[in-house]
């Protein structure tokens, strides 16, 4: 395995940087959107159940 | 909630497209697919790179190689994921299919990165090869142009606030960009470009070296997996979304009519 790029070091390097970068933050990006919209629903579903339970209750 | 029973048409066929429209069940079939999937992709992604860097050196392009195992499945990608954002479009706009909107605006952002991948690489790639950074020629340009029809879709789906009426309009707007791809392909075909012709998907096969092909094939495979985890991801997003607004919608309208 060899990572000596020599002259085409920055572009060798660049190329695989920024698509590390890219790759990887649309993949944060796209599981933490996906955690916070769970939650969020859950959340209202909850709060909405919790709603209709105590109108049972009364 | 157990699964509603896969159904059959009169002819015994099964109707799999059909069954998966409905977004509760799309989400139930899939959600314990994809800890498999990562699993798989960052699998790939780590034999992948090890073989990027395993690799002979190219007798003319020196390590400029490498750039290629990840330029050419970015660029392979960014015109896959049109294709499915294309059909998603028709499938949303003829047949009206409850989660084919959703499929199609999933896509666009990644579709969008890869191809945005794809122009940058190549740039790196063209600079020390070609002595220049950009070249305004049928395929360096028609894929620009494919990122600007991502940008556009994205950028329309946001600025329509009536779910229906952005997802008839995209739809729109994705079919036309179809037109973009064939382009896109033959592009080094049809005009003298400074682009090289294929070199993988030939009538006559391959004229890349096995060592050089192996972790072509194998980033293309992470990439592909990669955008189907991804894709699955974000088309959940979009129903957990839509889902949470429908609920708000709901409680909007009984407030206000009390």
Not at chain 2, 60 to 81: C, E, K
Not at chain 2, 241 to 250: C, D, I, M, P
Request: contains cysteine.
């Amino acid at each position: 395995m060899d990572l000596d790029m020599g002259k085409y070091a920055f572009y060798v390097w660049g190329c695989y940087g920024v698509s590390a970068v890219a790759l990887i933050g649309l993949t944060v990006l796209s599981v933490v959107a996906h955690r916070d919209r769970a939650a969020k629903l859950k959340a209202l579903q909850e709060t909405l159940a919790a709603e209709k339970a105590q109108k049972v209750d009364a | 909630m157990a699964l509603a029973a896969y159904p059959r048409n009169a002819y015994e066929k099964p109707m799999i497209i059909s069954w998966l429209a409905n977004p509760e069940r799309f989400s139930k079939v899939f959600a314990p697919v994809r800890p498999y999937l990562a699993a798989a992709t960052a699998i790939l992604f780590v034999w992948g790179l090890y073989l990027c860097f395993a690799s002979p050196e190219d007798y003319q392009q020196g390590d400029t190689v490498r750039i290629m195992y990840i330029h050419v499945p970015a660029a392979w990608m960014g015109l896959f994921t049109y294709l499915v954002m294309g059909v998603s479009s028709f499938f949303g706009l003829i047949f009206r299919h409850a989660l084919a909107d959703a499929a199609a605006k999933a896509a666009a952002p990644i579709g969008a990165v890869f191809t945005a991948l794809a122009l940058v690489t190549g740039s790196l790639w063209g600079k020390p090869m070609w002595g220049t950074w950009w070249e305004w020629d049928g395929r360096m340009t028609s894929v620009l142009v494919l990122f600007l029809f991502y940008i556009g879709y994205m950028a329309l789906h946001a600025s329509i606030e009536d779910e229906m009426r952005a997802a008839k309009s995209t739809a729109i707007l994705a079919l036309i960009g179809l037109v973009n791809l064939p382009i896109i392909k033959f592009s080094v075909d049809w005009w003298n470009t400074l682009h090289q012709g294929a070199s993988v998907f030939r009538a006559d096969g391959p004229t890349v070296a096995p060592a050089m092909l192996w972790p072509l094939l194998i980033m293309a495979l992470a990439y592909h997996l990669l955008f189907i985890w991804l894709w699955l991801v974000r088309i959940d997003s979009e129903i957990l979304s839509r889902k949470y607004n429908g609920l708000r919608a709901r409680i909007s309208f009984r407030e206000g009519g009390a």
